[in-house]
Each structure stands twice: as C-alpha cells, then as structure tokens.
C-alpha cells in the first residue's frame, strides 16, 4: 500500500505478472483499514476480485490485500495479526479463540480434494512403511494424511517441491493440493487415493473442508458480518464477469494453461462457497471431532458462522 500526501489512499490489489492493478480510493479520516490475507493462487483470486479491483466496496471500509501461501497465512492468525485471513480449515482449532469462521469465502471439495500420488505405487497398502511428501504442518491435506492412513512415514515440505521429491527418489509418494490436484495425471503419475472422494464415501455425501476465511473476533459481531456480506458481493461479482476475474486468477495459475485454470477456479470456487450452510457446518465438525479422536488437534471447536 502507498499511502499518498493528500487523502487519497493508491492500493495495489496484488502484485502481478506485469502491470499491477491499481486503483485509488477517496479515504476519510474515519476509513478503517482492514488488511485480508489470502493465498496467490487461482480460486482466491477469483473470489477476491471484486474487492481487489476496487468494482465492489464496503462503505468506510479500507481493504489492503496481502498475499501468502497459506503455511504463513495459519502462522499469522496464530498471533491474530490479520483483521480478515484466509487459513487451512485445520488451523481453526488453533486460532477458535481470536476468530469466527465466515460463511462465505470457504474452499470445499465436493468429491475431489487432495491426492496421494506416486510414481511406482498404486495402493496404500504398497505405502507401508514408505515416506509420502507433504504439504505444511497446518494444512488440511496433512490432517487428513494423519487421520485416515496407519503405517506410512510423512515428511513436511513446501506444497510445490512435492511432486520434484518424488522424481528425485526424496520420497516414495507425494499428497498434493492446489493446482497439482488436476495436472499429476498428464504428468504420469499414479493416483493412490483422493481424499475427496473418500471423505464423501465415509460421510454420506458431506463437502471435504479445506479452507476458510476467518475474522477476528475483536472487530465485533457487526463488522464481522459486513465483511462477510462485502466477500461474498465479491464472490458474485467474479462469477458475473468472468471475462474480468478468470483472466485475473490466471496471473496465479502455476502451470496450467487457461482451460485448466477455469476448471479449478471452478472446483473451489462454488455454491458452498458463497454460503457454506449447514452442510459445510456439519462437515467442519465431523473434521474436528476425527482430528480430535486421533488427537491431532487440541479440542473440537464450537462453529459459528459469520
């Protein structure tokens, strides 16, 4: 953000590939500035353009956009420095005393979700006592690793060196998330097992949560919800121009060309996500409670959505 002498306020909504988008706003003396952090990848993009490009706004209400892959993202909201954040739907237990989940803004899987994959395996059972690649500590991906699968080593590293761990023999098997999800078969991998598809089996059709957007608690009850409703004005606006917010999320489409990149935009970015509802409150739940009964996460918080 450049703040400017006079009472105008440039903000770059994001740092691009190029030019960055930039726009100005009118600022008054009792603006506030509410800084969202949110990941550099395609589906928040999307879900964040209306309010990144300045077409949708929040009377007094500044946003400055910040972004990060989401490990930093569940780091910063464990010491609640963000007003509004994207987090790993994992990472709540952790954070239930500072934040309220929003009920817009969550990233869903409905059948799909994050995939164990190999070059020379083809089963969990062949994964026995091997070592599988994955993402950050706090991720949902690695909950569900730790929850569902018994026998198999995990070692953590960056969501993007998984599948060049697994070609360089670092490691046997890889769990991918983000974009990997829908390019590892093109690249000839072996698909082992889709927690997606399995979480909808184990639980009669329920959505796999994965991400969330949160608000801190200390911004009270009404702004809370005035955010939440900007988000999901925002949200709506992508889906309305998506000649606008589709070539925008693709600045973060790491590669996949556009075809692909509207697909995934798509598997994230849905119904549940405007208003995750009761469904996407049940399955967070059910989450919590399988996390807890492994004792990976510390309680089963209460979920209340704003």
């Given at each position: ?42 589906d928040d993009a999307f879900m964040f353009y209306g309010l990144a490009s300045g077409k949708v706004k929040l009377d007094g209400i500044i946003i400055e ?112 998330i983000h974009e990997g999800q829908i390019t590892y078969q093109s690249l000839g991998y072996n698909k082992i097992l889709d927690f997606g598809e399995f ?101 089963v918080p209460t979920v209340d959505l704003y």
């Amino acid at each position: 953000m450049i703040v400017c002498p006079s009472d105008f306020i440039y903000i770059v909504a994001a740092k691009t590939i190029g030019t960055p988008i930039l726009h100005t706003v009118k600022r008054t003396m009792t603006d506030r500035i509410i800084r969202v952090g949110h990941s550099p990848d395609p589906d928040d993009a999307f879900m964040f353009y209306g309010l990144a490009s300045g077409k949708v706004k929040l009377d007094g209400i500044i946003i400055e956009h910040l972004l990060e892959d989401i490990q930093s993202l569940n780091e910063r909201a464990m010491k609640a420095e963000l007003e509004v954040t994207a987090i790993s739907a994992h990472a709540f237990p952790y954070v239930a005393d500072k934040y309220w989940i929003m009920r817009t803004g969550a990233s869903m899987g409905e059948g799909y979700g994050p995939v164990i994959i190999s070059r020379n395996y083809k089963s969990l059972d062949e994964l026995k006592g091997k070592t599988v690649g994955t993402p950050g500590p706090l991720t949902t991906a690695t909950l569900l690793f730790k929850t569902f699968t018994d026998g198999i080593k995990n070692v953590e590293m960056p969501f993007d060196k998984i599948m060049e761990a697994i070609d360089n023999g670092e490691v046997d098997a890889g769990l991918l998330i983000h974009e990997g999800q829908i390019t590892y078969q093109s690249l000839g991998y072996n698909k082992i097992l889709d927690f997606g598809e399995f979480w909808e089996k184990e639980t009669n059709g329920l959505p796999l949560p994965l991400g969330l957007d949160v608000v801190r608690k200390d911004l009270g009850e009404a702004l809370a919800k005035n955010l939440s409703a900007g988000l999901k004005e925002s949200i709506a606006y992508g889906y309305k121009h998506q000649n606008e917010s589709i070539p925008y999320a693709m600045q973060w489409g790491r590669g996949i060309d556009y075809k692909l990149g509207e697909k995934f935009v798509k598997m994230y970015v849905s119904g549940l996500t405007i208003d995750m509802g009761e469904k996407g409150k049940k399955a967070l739940e059910l989450l919590f409670e399988k996390g807890f009964e492994k004792g990976l996460i510390p309680r089963v918080p209460t979920v209340d959505l704003y």
